[in-house]
């Protein structure tokens, strides 16, 4: 069920992916992503910081994912 809320990640897997059907037949897809950022600090020097999102999908979405 969707409460009109949508995030993008852009990043790169981090694992494969793992499909699971539950016993009432529902499909359930896992995955993990990493996504980096740059930018400039105060010292004009780069920085960069990767984040890990760990990523659950359900139903349609998990069926269609196309990973």
Do not use: C, H, Q
């Not at 499909?19 to 780069?46: H, I, M, P, Q, Y």
């Amino acid at each position: 069920m969707s409460n009109g809320t949508s995030v993008t990640i852009i990043g790169n897997l981090t694992r494969d992916p793992e499909e699971r059907v539950t016993k009432s037949g529902e499909t359930k897809l896992d995955f993990a992503v990493a996504a980096s950022r740059r930018w400039k600090n105060r010292n004009d020097e780069w920085e960069e910081e990767t984040s890990y999102f760990d990523v659950v999908v359900w139903s349609e979405l998990a069926k269609n994912s196309g990973i």
